[in-house]
């Protein structure tokens, strides 16, 4: 089967031809992927910026994170009549081993190994993963939406994690597809406003807009509080969710942000960012990490996107087949696509 690969560390992807998975492990189960969303992390990958080191032990090892399926082989502790089952996957793969995981505590286990990072993924026509990783899809969600349900949950978690509500002004810096989402999830919630910025983004600002979203700006030439001004001039906003791993933006993040209003930080950054931590105490400010989704917001996110297909889907701006994913990866990183899905023809 074609895979694409990270072989070694430093920057580079490769299209290899592997055989087909032929072995099983017990508690895992063999998933014919149907549709693969490429990812900022996997561009990360790609170009090997700083901070994934720890897959090196991995390679060679298939990226791909974000997918959607159907259980085609079941190992031998897993019941064989989920063979047909349409699912989407949890990627992080918990050890089973640390103290958390022992406590029953998973959703905090410190050994955790990354499908698509630190085990093989879904850029193939096929990949294993443990069973009890899979989240079974609502009748009628299509594949390439139900791929986009990883990305989603990061997107839901990071409002629920700012606490946004009915009324809320919210400003979202960075309108990758994580933004996007975060800005979908923050209207389904009652923001009242939803201001969305971007720097040189005209593509995927144009994307915010035709999803209903007015408020955006782009703050090429200019300064993030200068670009603001006009919604500043009606208050700063409740709550502030980063989104671009832009270790700059976060005093002017700050700056824009209410008397006890919550930054939500979403995205990585590959240095640490500067605060004054004396204005931070004295506006009684809020910041707040966000990451991983525990599995309760899975299945919400799911229902979300079962009932909102036709908008959802506008976020999916170009679909390739796996032999062309590296012109995909090509448009990611020059910020033209919103987001890109690989197709898998079975082969």
């Given amino acids: ?34 549709a693969t969303g490429i990812c900022g992390t996997d561009l990360h990958i790609a170009e090997w910026t700083p901070g994934y080191e720890s897959m090196q032990s991995a390679m060679p090892v298939t990226l791909g994170h974000e997918f959607a399926g159907t259980i085609v082989s079941t190992g031998s502790a897993v019941d064989g009549r989920f063979i ?42 096929h990949v294993a ?14 594949f390439e939406i139900a791929a986009l349900t990883e990305p989603m949950t990061v997107c839901a978690e990071a409002v629920d994690t700012g606490e946004v509500k009915k009324g809320d002004r919210v400003l979202v810096l960075g309108p990758g597809f994580i933004g996007q989402g975060i800005a979908l999830f923050c209207d389904a919630a009652g923001a009242s406003e939803v201001v969305i910025c971007g720097h040189n983004d ?3 600002l144009k994307t915010l807009n035709e999803l209903g979203f007015a408020n955006t700006v782009d703050t090429a030439g200019t300064t993030l509080s200068q670009a603001l001004l006009p919604f500043l001039a009606r208050g700063k906003f409740d709550v502030v969710i980063e989104a671009t791993g832009a270790p700059q933006v976060i005093p002017e993040a700050l700056a824009s942000l209410k008397k006890r209003g919550i930054l939500v930080v979403a995205g990585i950054h590959p240095r640490p960012a500067a605060i004054d931590l004396t204005q931070l105490v004295r506006n009684h400010q809020q910041v707040r990490g966000s990451y991983r989704a525990p599995i309760a917001t899975w299945h919400r996110v799911l229902n979300y996107l079962a009932a909102n297909q036709d908008r959802v889907r506008r976020l999916i701006t170009h679909r390739f087949d796996l032999a062309d994913a590296e012109e995909g990866f090509a448009l990611a990183r020059d910020k033209i696509a919103s987001k890109i899905v690989i197709r898998h023809p079975q082969d």
Avoid: W
Avoid at 94 to 117: K, L, S
């Fill in 1 to 34: 089967m074609l895979a694409l690969q990270k072989v070694r560390p430093g920057s580079g992807i490769e299209l290899r031809r592997l055989p087909k998975i032929s072995e099983i492990l017990a508690g895992e189960v063999l998933i014919r992927t149907e």
């Fill in 84 to 125: 047909g089952t349409r699912v989407t996957v949890r990627p992080s793969v918990t050890c089973g081993t640390c103290d958390a995981c022992c406590a029953g505590d998973e959703e905090n286990c410190t050994g955790r190994r990354g499908i698509g990072i630190g085990r093989n993924g879904a850029f193939a026509s």
């Fill in 129 to 142: 993963v443990p069973f009890a990783n899979c989240v079974v899809l609502p009748d009628g969600l299509d």
């Fill in 202 to 204: 005209a593509a995927r």
